[in-house]
């Protein structure tokens, strides 16, 4: 017998990234949001005298048993992690289906990782308790441990300090997929670059806005749109969905609310300087101010993926057009909340 996951993606809702720490991370705040858009991670696993993992894949780019490099996989270590925690050897096959782009910004492989985890603890029946999933989550990558939450997830820290917000409804999504690629690592070397070369020019002056305050800013934003205690109103007032707010107003939807903030993407401004392809393919997600225009539209993560959101399945269809014609490949999906993450995330 097997177990097969649903390994879903993620878009970031805002991102500020900070300078870089003292171990050699930056720090940042964003807002992540589950996407119905999958891989599929299937695990094998029986106990045995001496623990093998063999890992395949159908897509080239993803290190592997057959290449020599399977330890590299974010799936390899979060089992061999797993398996060393519950004190188990074990015998386990994983294999991964890949949909989505390997370098796109939409925590694939971090959701990989997951994936791979519950498969094998379904596979063994034995779970590894909530606190140490999320410890070992942190170790893996600064993306995994989100993927044990789902829905819209605050993250802190590295993006590894993740807190749950309040469930939002599905919102029809259009995520375009770009030739190029995009590294992670560099797209932080270059935002370092442009801060020093910002901090030195703008010394004398007021209007350079520090890394650190723009952290603070997208913090203090999340916190006053979401209620994450529990409480009917934020700090600023403003009600929770299905709550009247003070004026007996029932609050919009805190997803649309936040969109409407103006917040950005801080890896936008080098992935578009590197690649600006990429610009022009977010004003075709963009669309007109006639009609049928997204809610929002950014880079997700360090990209190359890009997404826009939409108010109805029309504007999304027409956005999918759009981009399809400028001839970038797009693909229509859904955000997805926590409920239906859970719900649908064992594929029996």
Known sequence: MSTRVRSFSKINLGLAVGPARPDGFHGLATMYQTLALHDFVTVEARAAAVTKITLTSNHPGVPRTETRNAEKNTAFAMVAGALTRMGITAEVTIDIQKRLPVQ?????????????????????????????????????????????????????????EVYPLPDTPA???????????????????????????????????????????????LSRVLAAIWTIDGVESGPSGIARPGFPDKQGNLAENPLLALVRTGIENDFEEVAFSQHPSLRSTKRDLMGSDSGGSALYAALSGSGSALFGLYESQADARAAQQRVQQSGTQAILTETLPRSAYWDTMFAE
Request: charged share 20%.
């Open 104 to 160: 796109g910004g939409m925590g694939a492989g971090s959701a990989n990782a997951v994936a791979a985890l519950l498969g094998l603890e379904r596979e063994l029946g034995r779970a590894l308790p909530g606190s140490e999933r999320l410890k070992l989550a942190a170790e893996v990558g600064s993306d995994v441990p989100l993927f044990l939450l789902g829905g819209s997830v605050l993250g802190l820290g590295r993006g590894e």
């Open 171 to 217: 919102i029809p999504c259009v995520v375009a997929i770009p030739s190029v690629g995009v590294s992670t690592a560099q797209a932080f070397r270059d935002l370092d670059a442009k801060s020093e070369v910002r901090e030195a020019s703008s010394a004398s002056t007021l209007t350079f806005q520090q890394p650190l305050d723009r952290l603070s800013e």
